[in-house]
């Protein structure tokens, strides 16, 4: 009788995630997130390119000048979304990051491509402002993307001065890709303790966004 009770003991306890005849063991390492990785500095934003082609963009554009003044029904308005002064500084980039709409440039032609912070109470241009004055510590990005095609580019970074162009560091996305994940539209990239890459006013990042794609950046600041 006991030898029964105890199986059924056994079969009640059973993880529901073991096999059905109880012989495979399935521990779940840290499943459930500390409330402390959720705590601390994120800023999320999204890009969408409906163009036909992909663009480069500048999601941080250093210290060059991306002011631009537009006349819209008889009002001067300005916005952020110049490229001039990186392709005069031989960076070959399409758009830049700013709020609302950007313009990008694909082989000449002019197409227009949408940026938005995740949080309607913080903007893109208050994150690139701050980072100018107080450089910040990266330690983690998440990239996700409606398609698969972003994983075959690359993250471009670079760190501008005045006197000459800074060494550039190819990033391969897909390094970050592993084909047993379950998501194949998601990948994280890990800065190691004490090797945070430096967000600041001489921090140029550059991603190529694919055609008819919506991609997020979900930043984590030290």
Same mark, same amino acid.
């Given at each position: /009788?006991?030898? +029964?009770?105890?199986?059924? /003991?056994?079969?009640?306890?059973?993880?529901?995630?073991?096999?059905?005849?109880? =012989?495979?063991?399935?521990?779940?390492?840290?499943?459930?997130?500390?409330?402390?990785?959720?705590?601390?500095?994120?800023?999320?934003?999204?890009?969408?390119?409906?163009?036909?082609?992909?663009?480069?963009?500048?999601?941080?554009?250093?210290?060059?000048?991306?002011?631009?003044?537009?006349?819209?029904?008889?009002?001067?308005?300005?916005?952020?979304?110049?490229?001039?002064?990186?392709?005069?500084?031989? +960076?070959?980039?399409?758009?830049?990051?700013?709020?609302?709409?950007?313009?990008?440039?694909?082989?000449?032609?002019?197409?227009? /491509?949408?940026?938005?912070?995740?949080?309607?109470?913080?903007?893109?241009?208050?994150?690139?402002?701050?980072?100018?004055?107080?450089?910040?510590?990266?330690?983690?990005?998440?990239?996700?993307?409606?398609?698969?095609? /972003?994983?075959?580019? +690359?993250?471009?970074?670079?760190?501008? =001065?005045?006197?000459?162009?800074?060494?550039?560091?190819?990033?391969?996305?897909?390094?970050?890709?592993?084909?047993?994940?379950?998501?194949?539209?998601?990948?994280?990239?890990?800065?190691?303790?004490?090797? &945070?890459?430096?967000?600041?006013?001489?921090?140029?990042?550059?991603?190529?966004?694919?055609? &008819?794609?919506?991609?997020?950046?979900?930043?984590?600041?030290?």
């Amino acid at each position: /009788m006991n030898r +029964y009770k105890r199986e059924i /003991m056994n079969r009640a306890s059973r993880n529901l995630t073991n096999r059905a005849d109880g =012989n495979m063991q399935v521990d779940l390492v840290q499943a459930d997130p500390n409330v402390s990785d959720g705590l601390g500095k994120f800023f999320g934003f999204t890009i969408t390119n409906g163009a036909a082609s992909p663009v480069a963009t500048a999601i941080f554009p250093a210290n060059f000048d991306t002011e631009r003044y537009v006349i819209n029904d008889g009002a001067v308005i300005k916005t952020y979304d110049n490229i001039t002064a990186l392709n005069n500084a031989g +960076y070959n980039v399409g758009a830049v990051l700013c709020d609302g709409t950007t313009q990008a440039t694909i082989n000449g032609k002019t197409v227009n /491509m949408t940026c938005a912070s995740n949080d309607p109470m913080r903007t893109i241009k208050q994150l690139l402002d701050f980072v100018k004055l107080n450089p910040q510590k990266l330690k983690h990005m998440d990239i996700i993307s409606s398609t698969e095609n /972003m994983w075959s580019g +690359y993250l471009t970074i670079t760190f501008c =001065n005045p006197f000459y162009k800074g060494k550039e560091t190819t990033v391969q996305l897909n390094t970050y890709f592993s084909r047993f994940q379950y998501q194949d539209g998601r990948i994280g990239i890990d800065w190691t303790d004490g090797n &945070e890459l430096t967000v600041s006013d001489l921090s140029l990042l550059i991603s190529t966004i694919p055609a &008819e794609a919506t991609v997020q950046f979900l930043l984590t600041f030290e």
